[in-house]
């Protein structure tokens, strides 16, 4: 997204989280990128370029709404952490192509901030709703945490965490001209006794600079 407004927003892939219960690089990884016109690109999931980023390619719009999910057997309701899968295929980075995710078991998170000088930052927020939900049945979205990483990523360039619920969180502060990725594993609390049911509920991710 480009353009010259008083602030820039992005919004990209929202991502879906299914719990479905039985009844009963060496450092984190951000680059600096060459200034130029104010732009926010962001991509959670699946995204489109069309090359990698450090050869001149050109990122643009995917309407792809990626999951993560899971499945808790009604012998294992309640007892302890499930990790949760996705349906997203990316797993090398967009920057330079380096294999960088492991599906289905992480989500590639990435983006970059530009502009014509190197003031200010761009804010990467999440926000859920408070609950999941299953017909009348609810579950607390902040039962859902994520362990960040990629490959010979040892300091993660977003912060592990878990969800809010019901409100947006800070993630990252994004300085001007930076691209940057990480691969995010989710999982279930799973440390109640929920009725039977399919539970879904949508993170919005978005970037956002003044």
């Given at each position: ?148 990483g ?8 977003i ?12 993630l ?30 949508r ?8």
């Amino acid at each position: 997204m480009t353009g010259s407004p008083a602030a820039l927003r992005r919004r990209a892939g929202w991502l879906i989280a299914s719990i479905a219960c039985a009844a009963s690089h060496a450092q984190a990884f951000t680059v600096n990128i060459s200034s130029g016109s104010r732009s926010l690109y962001m991509v959670v999931g699946n995204g489109n370029i069309t090359a990698r980023y450090d050869q001149g390619g050109t990122p643009g719009n995917n309407a792809t709404i990626n999951t993560v999910s899971t499945s808790v057997s009604a012998a294992n309701l309640g007892g302890g952490p499930v990790a949760m899968t996705t349906n997203s295929s990316t797993t090398n980075s967009l920057y330079d192509n380096f294999v960088f995710c492991s599906v289905p078991a992480e989500v590639y998170v990435a983006g970059f901030f530009r502009g014509p000088g190197n003031a200010g930052s761009a804010s990467l927020t999440v926000t859920a709703p408070a609950n999941l939900v299953s017909g009348s049945n609810t579950l607390p979205f902040n039962t859902i945490s994520w362990q960040s990483g990629g490959i010979g990523d040892v300091t993660p360039t977003i912060p592990s965490g878990s969800f809010v619920g019901g409100a947006s969180q800070t993630l990252l502060a994004v300085p001007a001209n930076t691209w940057f990725e990480s691969c995010l594993a989710f999982r279930y609390a799973n440390n109640s006794m929920p009725a039977a049911g399919t539970y879904t509920g949508r993170a919005t991710y978005t970037l956002t600079a003044p």
